[in-house]
């Protein structure tokens, strides 16, 4: 009996396209487990640069692919594998932001956003190398305060105006100006001392 | 030292190279796990119920197209048979008799000769003039594969006395049916001799056509978790008459969902089926006890025909046919538990016929010689010489061939209720399409009924 369902499985290796293209038609397990492991990382590194635990990551990313598997039908695609990817990246990392976003509104509730609570208070750990690192870029965005850091994320990183960011967070758009400056001027302070800290660990 | 703006740049450009996280092992398991709703597994069970439903679909497709082919040739063959009025000659005609008439003047036959034709007439309209011909015999030979008295003759080289009142000139008048009159030829070779007139509607007909199937009901047994053997009886009524049933099963269950079932059933399928006495396929091989050929419990319309051939004889004009068979069902089934109470049941069945027998009704006078004690006088005497009745003969043919696959396609869904642990009670609607040689009866043996099983 163990034939006949090895016989209907599919064996041939699976591309972007026709993972998707299987997701959609099929809704098979064996392309969301595709689509899910090509773009784990990719999606937790969007979903990192909102929120700070991991593991909350971890519910954003899920929370996303979930989104992504029920909206891949409205995902249109070309024919070349490479611009496919990179527009399906696209379009899953603005789901993975928005749902980033809905998860720190939901946060709001018990936060007030511009407050910095005490797990954010605890020093970053200093590196002991010469440059920034790439996480310790992280370990600066996560010194601001969760909305600031979300529309220093939404404005220069994804590209949104202040007018959508208003509307994503729900706020007027001179309150998104304001943290906007609000957190640069933050971060321009952090990188500062974090570099004068590291000339102090070299010269001495 | 960096200005503000260089500051923020590198800050910008370092956040969008950042690497992507690499795939944590697990991830994807513990997502499956926490959403079991998007994570749509592969379902193999789906693919089992589209196959099962395109093969299904394909069966009945299958089972339509030979139906409609088979009611397609049996037309064409009664047209023909209606319509070829060849004289042939016959070298069965008795010597010295009528062979010139009924071999050449045909064609120049008027009615007004009535020795010559058999004329019925209904409603005052001629329907049907039956030539004393080899031809149409040959016509209703091919249509039921049947061998006939004159060939029967022919090669015996027999010679067959013709009854003396051979040319009695016979009025059977019927409520509805203007007159008919018949003319006894006085050849041995002219089969739809003393044709008898009748139709569905004839009022004196006491014909009683019972179409009944008979089903089984099922008691089950356990045999442990897997095996569960079930005895059931199952009453069946169809039109006029209720049949009961009985049997036995055994089911396997391969899963909580889906078991595979067979056993043994006894049914007894009757059935009938009306024929318009005027063409050609209404006629059927019926037996006779060679010392009663001519007895009245068979008839004067019978008497030109007997023939010593295995005790056979064709009676041409049949309005009805019933039959009944026997059999024994031995089942292949799949059974899918739709929930805790609910299932349905798909499968075929192979049918032993373990007997068979068929009948053939008609409307014969209820004198042998209509006017032996001479012509009516008046209106009562002729009614009461000329009295309709119906007769049932056996007839020689099979209802069923048994040559080849005899079965029927099962469906049913049905309801189980636990009276206990170890007891319960289940209702089963089912229906029964014939396959085989069922289907290529000239009968329809679909039937359905309701299970009522115990359950142990």
């Known amino acids: ?204 | 030292m960096k200005s503000e703006k260089e500051i923020i740049d590198d800050i910008i450009s370092r956040i969008k190279e950042q690497p992507d996280r690499g795939y944590r092992e697990g991830a994807w398991e513990n997502f499956k796990r926490q959403n079991p709703g998007t994570t749509t597994k592969t379902r193999p069970m789906a693919r089992w119920i589209s196959a099962a439903a395109a093969l299904l679909l394909i069966g009945m497709g299958t089972l339509y197209y030979v139906k409609n082919s088979t009611i397609l040739t049996s037309s064409d063959m009664n047209v023909n048979a209606v319509i070829e009025h060849k004289p042939v000659p016959t070298e069965a005609s008795a010597p010295g008799q009528s062979h010139t008439e009924s071999t050449t003047a045909m064609p120049q036959e008027s009615p007004s000769n009535p020795s010559l034709d058999n004329v019925y007439a209904i409603n005052n309209n001629t329907i049907l003039a039956n030539r004393n011909n080899y031809a149409q015999s040959q016509a209703v030979k091919q249509s039921l594969g049947l061998p006939l008295m004159a060939e029967g003759l022919n090669a015996m080289g027999k010679q067959i006395e013709i009854p003396s009142g051979s040319t009695l000139r016979e009025t059977l008048v019927m409520p509805g049916y203007a007159s008919i009159d018949l003319k006894k030829p006085q050849s041995t070779t002219s089969i739809p001799e003393n044709l008898i007139l009748a139709a569905k509607s004839i009022p004196t007909s006491e014909l009683n056509l019972k179409e009944v199937e008979t089903r089984n009901q099922n008691k089950q047994v356990r045999f442990g978790d897997k095996f569960d053997l079930a005895l059931f009886v199952s009453p069946q009524s169809t039109g006029q008459k209720t049949n009961v049933g009985g049997g036995l099963t055994l089911a396997y269950n391969l899963t909580n969902k889906i078991s595979v079932r067979t056993g043994a059933s006894y049914n007894s399928y009757e059935v009938g089926i009306m024929k318009n006495p005027i063409e050609p396929s209404s006629s059927e091989t019926v037996v006779v006890n060679q010392n009663q050929s001519n007895a009245p419990t068979i008839g004067k319309m019978t008497n030109a025909y007997s023939a010593a051939e295995n005790n056979r004889m064709i009676l041409p004009n049949i309005n009805a046919v019933t039959s009944v068979v026997q059999s024994v069902d031995i089942p292949l089934e799949v059974k899918y538990n739709v929930g805790k109470s609910l299932y349905a049941v798909a499968g075929v069945s192979y049918s032993a016929i373990l007997g068979q027998e068929r009948n053939a009704h008609y409307v014969d006078n209820v004198n042998v010689e209509t006017f032996s004690q001479g012509f009516p006088e008046n209106e009562t005497q002729m009614k009461s010489a000329v009295k309709a009745v119906s007769k049932t003969v056996k007839s020689a043919e099979e209802n069923v061939s048994t040559n080849g696959f005899n079965g029927f396609v099962n469906f049913s869904i049905g309801k189980k209720v636990k009276v206990n642990n170890r007891f319960g009670v289940s209702v089963e609607p089912y229906f029964k399409i014939p396959v085989g040689q069922y289907r290529r009866a000239d009968m329809d043996y679909t039937n359905g009924g309701i299970r009522v099983m115990t359950n142990f």
């Open chain 1, 1 to 204: 009996m163990n034939i006949l369902p090895k016989y209907f499985k599919k064996r041939d290796s699976l591309t972007l396209k026709s993972a998707l293209e299987e997701c959609v038609l099929a809704d098979s397990e064996r392309s969301k487990s595709y689509i899910y492991k090509k773009f784990y990382g990719y999606l937790m590194a969007v979903a990192l640069r909102y929120v700070k635990d991991e593991m909350e990551a971890e519910d954003v990313v899920n929370e996303s692919f979930v989104k992504v598997f029920r909206k891949v039908g409205d995902f249109s695609f070309e024919e070349d594998e490479f611009v496919i990817e990179k527009t399906f990246k696209a379009w899953m990392a603005r789901i993975t932001v928005n749902t980033s976003i809905d998860k720190i509104r939901a946060k709001k509730e018990t936060y007030a956003l511009d407050d910095i609570h005490d797990g954010e208070l605890v020093q970053h750990a200093v590196s002991s190398s010469t440059r920034l690192e790439e996480n310790d870029i992280l370990q600066l965005l996560y010194e601001l305060p969760e909305i600031q850091r979300s529309i220093f994320n939404l404005y220069e990183i994804e590209g949104y105006s202040h007018e959508e960011i208003g509307q994503l967070l729900n706020i007027p758009e001179s309150t998104s100006r304001t943290y906007l400056t609000r957190a640069k001027a933050r971060l321009r302070k952090l990188y500062t001392d974090q570099f004068s800290v590291l000339d102090n660990i070299n010269h001495s």
